[in-house]
């Protein structure tokens, strides 16, 4: 049985993520959400989101692998047997490229989700004119 170790809409976050898990000796899949593969194809982003699926013996030690190369626990302890997780100023830009990335997104989606409304709104301010006229 799989279980979701990581998810996240960043595609080189999400190969980062593998490739320590591979240098760690996890094997793990990758999987896209829902439509996510073919939104990939068409627009380049996924903005559904990828899954990595590891087998359940191993996701304990896939998710403090995880934890600690995110610094969301003490960095100063490792699982056993742990690969170098980068340097400080690599870790640093990582999250610095995840923030504007993750930004840029907020953007697409906000301009997406005005652009919707004003294509509706026009369409139903059509729709009351043609009833009134």
């Known amino acids: 049985m799989l279980i979701v170790v990581y998810e996240s809409t960043l595609e080189s976050d999400?190969?980062?993520?593998?490739?320590?898990?591979k240098d760690n000796g996890i094997e793990s899949e990758i999987k896209?959400?829902?439509?996510?593969?073919?939104?990939?194809?068409?627009?380049?982003?996924?903005?559904?989101?990828t899954s990595i699926c590891v087998k359940e013996e191993d996701a304990e030690t896939a998710k403090a692998l995880i934890e600690t190369l995110w610094g969301e626990s003490n960095p100063d302890v490792q699982p056993d047997g742990v690969h170098d997780l980068g340097s400080d100023d690599e870790i640093a830009d990582m999250e610095d490229y995840r923030h504007e990335f993750n930004k840029s997104l907020n953007r697409k989606r906000t301009f997406l989700k005005?652009?919707?409304l004003l294509i509706f709104g026009t369409i139903i301010v059509i729709q009351i004119l043609s009833v009134l006229s």
Do not use: A, K
């Not at 999400?14 to 898990?21: A, D, N, R, Y």
């Not at 896209?32 to 989101?49: C, E, H, T, W």
């Open 114 to 116: 005005l652009f919707l």
């Open 14 to 21: 999400v190969l980062h993520v593998s490739e320590l898990l």
């Open 32 to 49: 896209n959400q829902g439509i996510g593969s073919y939104l990939q194809i068409y627009s380049g982003v996924n903005y559904l989101g």
